[in-house]
C-alpha cells in the first residue's frame, strides 16, 4: 500500500512543480490563443453596412446572399420601394444604399435624390436590369456613384459596393465610351432638356400619373389635396407641352420614372 503523503501535494505548501503547474500554463495557453486569433478589435474591421431595395423579395433574397457572405459587407436593412427605403434610412445606420431603379410609390432614381439630401454622407449604388444610357445618366444626376446591372450582379455588385465605399464611381465594364460618345452626340444635337424642368414634387405627381393613380389616390399617397393634385397635373402639361394623360406616360418613360 502506498504512502498516502506522497499521492497528493500539500494544499498549504504547493511543490515547485505545482507551483509552475498552476502559474505557467494559463499564460503560456493564453499566449498561444492571442497568437492564433489576436485581439477582437485587431481582427475585426467594421463592416459596410447596407441598405437593400428592390420590390421583388426573391431578387432581395438572392443580393443578399452574394452581400452577406463577404466578410466586410452587411445588410442591415430592406426595403420594397423607394418611399420605404428613405423610412428604413432614418431608422437605421447604413453606409451603403443599394437601389433598384424601377419601384413603386419612389423609384430608386427619386429615392436617390431623396436619400443625398437627407445623409449625405451615404453611398448610393443603382441596381437594375436596364442596359439603358438614360437610366445611367439620370441616376448619376440623381446622386448615385455606381450601376450595376443585375445580370451580372454576382461578378460586379461587390466590388461596386467597395470601389463606392472608397469614393469611386463604378460603371459596367464596357459602357463607359458608348454611353459617353452618346451623350456628347445628344448635347451636339441639343436633345438633352433641362435636368430642372420640374420640381420635385412635380416629379412624383408625374409617376403616379402615368402609373395609372386617378387624383384621389396620388392626394392620399403623398398627404395633399385632390385641387393641389390637379394643379400639379396642368402645370406639368404646360411645362412640358403635352395634351393628355398618354403624352404624361410616355414623358415618364422617357424620363426614367416608369418601365415602358
Known sequence: MSDPSLSEPSLSEPSASGRSAATTTPAASTTSEASAYGTPEASAPAKIRILLADDHALVRRGVRLILDREPDLEVVAEAGDGAEAIDMARAHEADLAVLDIAMPRLTGLQAARELSALKPGLRILMLTMHDNEQYLFQAL?????????????????????????????????????????NYLDRVRHGEETSDHILTPREEEV??????????????????????????????????????????????????GLIEP
Not at 446622386?143 to 460603371?171: H, I, T, W
Open 141 to 181: 444626376k440623381s446622386g448615385a456613384c455606381g450601376y450595376v446591372l443585375k445580370s451580372v450582379a454576382d461578378r460586379d455588385l461587390v466590388a461596386a459596393c467597395r470601389a463606392a465605399m472608397r469614393d469611386e464611381p463604378f460603371l459596367y465594364p464596357g459602357a463607359v465610351t458608348a454611353l459617353i460618345r
Open 206 to 255: 408625374l409617376k403616379l400619373v402615368a402609373e395609372g393613380h386617378s387624383s384621389k389616390e396620388i392626394a392620399e399617397i403623398l398627404f395633399i389635396s385632390i385641387k393641389t393634385v390637379q394643379r400639379h397635373r396642368a402645370n406639368l402639361l404646360q411645362k412640358l407641352g403635352l395634351r393628355d394623360r398618354l403624352e404624361l406616360t410616355r414623358y415618364a418613360i422617357r424620363a
